[in-house]
T-cell receptor
Framework: RKEVEQDPGPFNVPEGATVAFNCTYSNSASQSFFWYRQDCRKEPKLLMSVYSSGNEDGRFTAQLNRASQYISLLIRDSKLSDSATYLCVVNSGGSNYKLTFGKGTLLTVNP | EAGVVQSPRYKIIEKKQPVAFWCNPISGHNTLYWYRQNLGQGPELLIRYENEEAVDDSQLPKDRFSAERLKGVDSTLKIQPAELGDSAVYLC??????????FGEGSWLTVV
């Protein structure tokens, strides 16, 4: 089993749609979790951290289920500018930040 | 604040040739990472430095890859000799210990 597995995608949705990305991780000792966004031919950038209590940033909501070792990202009211690859990232190194990235899920938002 | 700077942005070399990539991290970031990203995959860690010490190089193919961060600031990653399978984007990243990691734009390597 891969350390971090994501929905393979790609996702094609119309503007205004709600889209959800799912991710599972295998290392139960993992301590912190993130979603990164990567635009085509650009570097990954932190979108948001994921907390056990769930957290929201505008149209983006992240959830963590430690018991199921499952992470999700929900995007509401999709915009054209949300088109990108979304990378699920798991830190198993504590403050040493040993990050393991998923393969990413490509989202295309269509007009 | 300047971001992570990498060079060259693009490099095309023939197999068996050497290649080197350079990275200048964000000022004050003592942790520096080199990642490799293959097409359609997420980044994979090659090596992590805390200041000038390589604290995690378990994924670095040491037969052909080497890295250094002599003064705890800039870093170079070298491949010698390059193989076709080394074609990828080489991403440098930096952080203050235990904080958000910031990536550079990457060095795109094509081995022909």
């Amino acid at each position: 089993r891969k350390e971090v597995e994501q929905d393979p995608g790609p996702f094609n949705v119309p503007e205004g749609a709600t889209v959800a990305f799912n991710c599972t991780y295998s290392n139960s000792a993992s301590q912190s979790f993130f979603w990164y966004r990567q635009d085509c031919r650009k570097e990954p950038k932190l979108l948001m951290s994921v907390y056990s209590s769930g957290n929201e940033d505008g149209r983006f909501t992240a959830q963590l289920n430690r018991a199921s070792q499952y992470i999700s990202l929900l995007i509401r009211d999709s915009k054209l500018s949300d088109s990108a690859t979304y990378l699920c990232v798991v830190n198993s190194g504590g403050s040493n930040y040993k990050l393991t990235f998923g393969k990413g899920t490509l989202l295309t938002v269509n007009p | 604040e300047a971001g992570v700077v990498q060079s060259p942005r693009y490099k095309i070399i023939e197999k068996k040739q050497p290649v080197a990539f350079w990275c200048n991290p964000i000022s004050g970031h003592n942790t520096l990472y080199w990642y490799r990203q293959n097409l359609g995959q997420g980044p994979e860690l090659l090596i992590r430095y805390e200041n000038e010490e390589a604290v995690d190089d378990s994924q670095l193919p040491k037969d052909r890859f080497s890295a250094e961060r002599l003064k705890g600031v800039d870093s170079t990653l070298k491949i010698q000799p390059a193989e076709l399978g080394d074609s990828a984007v080489y991403l440098c990243a930096s952080s203050r210990r235990g904080n958000t990691i910031y990536f550079g734009e990457g060095s795109w390597l094509t081995v022909v």
